[in-house]
């Protein structure tokens, strides 16, 4: 499990296709403290570590997707030099600083707009219309391996939420968020409380 507070941009170095799509990712994290197995949140996709090692001072670790996984995320628009959001994975008695996130994408968000507010960004963002019911003012939602809370809904004719979350600088500064532009695609996990509580309302 993850928190949605990234740690680390790591940046695509090679991708190759040999059954799966296997990348290769450099990082901060020390290759050393990289465990074989472990999973890793990478901009919101847990993938998990094949390989790992160092090259000329660079640390780097090695990651295959699925045919599933890139039909269900934006993972297969990234190229070599794409920066991308990195978080460990969650240790017994870590702090929680975001919200509980499993890594499992539900679907793509689209980026509608971008305004500065000072310091800080406001985004609006489209929430697809089979994940729209699950976003709510105040509630949690994940975006690229991003926690962040939804300060407001708006519901479209056609089933789409757009959604505006507040983006201060820190989290500008040490996340992706800074490439995105209106249009592109966001990895979106809804809240796993959303998920359960829309499953019991359902069933009454």
């Known amino acids: ?27 901060a994290y020390p290759a050393e403290g990289i465990d074989l197995g472990a999973s890793i949140a990478c901009s919101g996709v847990c993938l ?6 160092q090259e000329k001072g660079v640390n780097w670790f090695r990651v295959a997707a699925s045919a599933e996984t890139l ?23 870590d702090e929680l600083g975001g919200h509980l996130m499993l890594g499992h994408v539900d679907g793509i968000a689209r980026l509608v707009s971008v305004t ?35 300060n407001a809904v708006e519901d479209r004719p056609d089933g789409t939420a757009d959604f505006g979350i507040n ?10 968020l800074a490439d995105r532009r209106p249009g592109d695609g966001l990895n979106m996990e809804i809240d796993v409380l959303a998920r359960y509580v829309a499953r019991l309302t359902a069933r009454d």
Not at 7 to 24: F, Q
Not at 48 to 53: L, P, Q, R, S
Not at 71 to 93: C, D, F, H, Q
């Open 1 to 27: 499990m993850f928190t949605g507070i990234v740690t680390d941009i790591g940046r695509v170095a090679a991708i190759r296709t040999d059954g799966d799509t296997v990348l290769t990712i450099e990082t």
């Open 48 to 53: 998990t570590v094949t390989e790992k090692g």
């Open 71 to 93: 039909s269900k995320t934006s993972l297969g628009g990234w190229r070599v030099g794409s920066r991308i959001n990195l978080e460990r994975a969650l240790r017994l008695g």
């Open 116 to 150: 500065p507010e000072g310091d800080s960004h406001r985004l609006v963002v489209q929430a697809p219309a089979d994940l729209a019911r699950y976003v709510a003012p105040k509630g949690s939602v994940c975006l690229d391996g991003i926690s962040l809370t939804v």
């Open 167 to 176: 983006i201060v600088g820190h989290t500008w500064t040490h996340t992706t």
